[in-house]
């Protein structure tokens, strides 16, 4: 009998898919069943056969139940599959069961992504994130592979071979998933540290998300003249790659291409790729590319949303970029789509179209994250006034006798330093000056 277990499709594979839509589910199951098909596609087989089923509920033993299972049996012999990949999740007791009925491997959405995700992982952080996520599936499936000891479990001499096996092989487990888990919390560590040396340059940064596909890398290639990996594959990008931008007006920020997302996105690999994940939740602010020419790219949006909305980012500023609208034969709908999202703009990467636009909302954006200072600046911290021009915008420079009068909208980060110095509405400092110095009569301090 075939394990399933880290298991990898290769390109001679026949598969055969399903999915089964439920009593009160969303429904979405043909465009489940489109999204499986080109899963499989990624993974590297070739579809033969499509089934979608309805149901009250999922069979507990064998998830699409006996009449289906058996004719699902039949077709598997009819047309030698070599897999049968179902769109959902399935518990070890129902692969198992299915496994046996069907007589060939038999994969679930989990396994399939996790097959995809370890063929595009190209660094040692995604290799490592994409092992611990197999693990942690593999783990409470194992004791699957030892079910013919279990008449062995309990009294006299049902401590055998079998059980110890199991327990051995889960300890190991366990062993990995915590080996695994503080290698990428090293990995973690270092990219903090990354991330606060960037947070010293003087850009803004941001973070591309979006349904798999949506054209994200092809985006950032176009933007900052890297050569990132991009391929109209699901999840073809896994490993964040960060790249500056110059923008028009001086104006630049540092964007991170990230792993695309998708519906039902299975919660270990979000939990998996936290370290990864991490570059969305410390942008300031979101670019949401939607490719605009799919026909259920609302759904997509949503789906995005929805992750979002669970890695905790979904307060951040968005600026949603409508991509491919080239490929739209309906441009009313574009316009309408873009009067009606805040923030928003269409464009097509691949064709190098809008791209003005996009820089219109980048520039906005980076605006709305500036704080409006007004400034006077010693002489003696005069660094100051060459990190507002690094940070902001200035808007207007006066070389006083005893101090340099600054306006600027800056960074929130470079206000906080501003702050001593910044100027109230009555020219007085928010707070005192540390160091003794000579100021003018009509600056107050406290001290």
């Given at each position: 009998?075939?394990?399933?277990?880290?298991?990898?499709?290769?390109?001679?594979?026949?598969?055969?898919?399903?999915?089964?839509?439920?009593?009160?589910?969303?429904?979405?199951?043909?465009?489940?069943?489109?999204?499986?098909?080109?899963?499989?596609?990624?993974?590297?087989?070739?579809?033969?056969?499509?089934?979608?089923?309805?149901?009250?509920?999922?069979?507990?033993?064998?998830?699409?139940?006996?009449?289906?299972?058996?004719?699902?049996?039949?077709?598997?012999?009819a047309?030698?599959?070599?897999?049968?990949?179902?769109?959902?999740?399935?518990?070890?007791?129902?692969?198992?069961?299915?496994?046996?009925?069907?007589?060939?491997?038999?994969l679930?959405?989990?396994?399939?992504?996790?097959?995809?995700?370890?063929?595009?992982?190209?660094?040692r952080?995604?290799?490592?994130?994409?092992?611990?996520?197999q693990?942690?599936?593999?783990?409470?499936?194992?004791?699957?592979?030892?079910?013919?000891?279990?008449?062995?479990?309990?009294?006299?001499?049902?401590?055998?071979?079998?059980?110890?096996?199991?327990?051995?092989?889960r300890?190991?487990?366990?062993?990995?998933?915590?080996?695994?888990?503080?290698?990428?919390?090293?990995?973690?560590?270092?990219?903090?540290?990354?991330?606060?040396?960037?947070?010293?340059?003087?850009?803004?940064?941001?973070?591309?998300?979006?349904?798999?596909?949506?054209?994200?890398?092809?985006?950032?290639?176009?933007?900052?003249?890297?050569?990132?990996?991009?391929?109209?594959?699901?999840?073809?990008?896994?490993?964040?790659?960060?790249?500056?931008?110059?923008?028009?007006?001086?104006?630049?920020?540092?964007?991170?291409d990230?792993?695309?997302?998708?519906?039902?996105?299975?919660?270990?690999?979000?939990?998996?790729?936290?370290?990864?994940?991490?570059?969305?939740?410390?942008?300031?602010?979101?670019?949401?590319?939607?490719?605009?020419?799919?026909?259920?790219?609302?759904?997509?949006?949503?789906a995005?949303?929805?992750?979002?909305?669970?890695?905790?980012?979904?307060?951040?500023?968005?600026?949603?970029?409508?991509?491919?609208?080239?490929?739209?034969?309906?441009?009313?709908?574009?316009?309408e789509?873009?009067a009606?999202?805040?923030?928003?703009?269409?464009?097509?990467?691949?064709?190098?179209?809008?791209?003005?636009?996009?820089?219109?909302?980048?520039?906005?954006?980076?605006?709305?994250?500036?704080?409006?200072?007004?400034?006077?600046?010693?002489?003696?911290?005069?660094?100051?006034?060459?990190?507002?021009?690094?940070?902001g915008?200035?808007?207007?420079?006066?070389?006083?006798?005893?101090?340099?009068?600054?306006?600027?909208?800056?960074?929130?980060?470079?206000?906080?330093?501003?702050?001593?110095?910044?100027?109230?509405?009555?020219?007085?400092?928010?707070?005192?000056?540390?160091?003794?110095?000579?100021?003018?009569?009509f600056i107050?301090?406290?001290?």
């Open positions: 009998m075939p394990s399933s277990e880290m298991y990898t499709t290769n390109q001679q594979e026949r598969a055969i898919i399903v999915s089964l839509s439920l009593a009160g589910g969303d429904d979405d199951t043909s465009i489940r069943l489109e999204e499986l098909r080109e899963l499989a596609w990624t993974a590297g087989a070739t579809v033969i056969a499509e089934h979608q089923q309805s149901r009250r509920s999922a069979d507990m033993t064998t998830y699409i139940g006996p009449g289906k299972t058996e004719e699902l049996a039949k077709e598997v012999k047309t030698r599959a070599d897999v049968v990949i179902f769109d959902d999740e399935l518990t070890p007791t129902q692969q198992r069961n299915l496994q046996n009925a069907l007589e060939t491997v038999v679930d959405r989990t396994q399939l992504i996790l097959d995809i995700f370890a063929q595009h992982a190209r660094t952080e995604g290799r490592l994130q994409v092992e611990l996520a693990l942690i599936y593999l783990l409470p499936r194992l004791s699957a592979q030892y079910t013919k000891f279990e008449r062995q479990q309990g009294g006299i001499g049902g401590r055998g071979p079998g059980e110890t096996k199991l327990e051995t092989d300890r190991k487990v366990r062993e990995r998933i915590n080996e695994l888990g503080r290698e990428i919390d090293e990995i973690k560590e270092q990219r903090k540290q990354q991330r606060v040396f960037r947070r010293r340059m003087p850009f803004p940064t941001c973070a591309l998300v979006g349904y798999t596909s949506a054209g994200k890398s092809t985006l950032l290639n176009l933007l900052s003249g890297a050569d990132v990996f991009a391929d109209a594959r699901l999840f073809s990008t896994l490993d964040p790659t960060t790249r500056r931008v110059i923008l028009p007006e001086g104006w630049s920020v540092l964007m991170t990230t792993v695309g997302f998708i519906k039902h996105l299975p919660h270990l690999l979000i939990a998996s790729f936290r370290a990864t994940l991490e570059e969305v939740r410390e942008a300031d602010f979101l670019i949401h590319v939607v490719d605009v020419s799919h026909p259920e790219f609302g759904r997509q949006m949503s995005v949303a929805e992750v979002l909305q669970e890695i905790g980012v979904h307060e951040r500023p968005v600026i949603t970029v409508f991509n491919k609208s080239d490929l739209v034969k309906d441009q009313y709908l574009i316009e789509l873009i009606k999202t805040p923030n928003s703009c269409a464009i097509s990467a691949g064709k190098r179209l809008g791209i003005s636009s996009l820089t219109d909302c980048f520039t906005a954006t980076i605006r709305s994250l500036l704080v409006p200072v007004q400034a006077a600046i010693p002489y003696d911290r005069s660094e100051l006034v060459a990190q507002c021009y690094e940070n915008k200035v808007h207007d420079v006066n070389y006083e006798t005893d101090f340099i009068r600054v306006t600027a909208d800056v960074t929130k980060d470079l206000a906080g330093r501003l702050e001593q110095f910044v100027l109230n509405a009555d020219n007085a400092y928010y707070k005192a000056i540390e160091t003794p110095r000579k100021i003018p009569a107050h301090t406290d001290g």
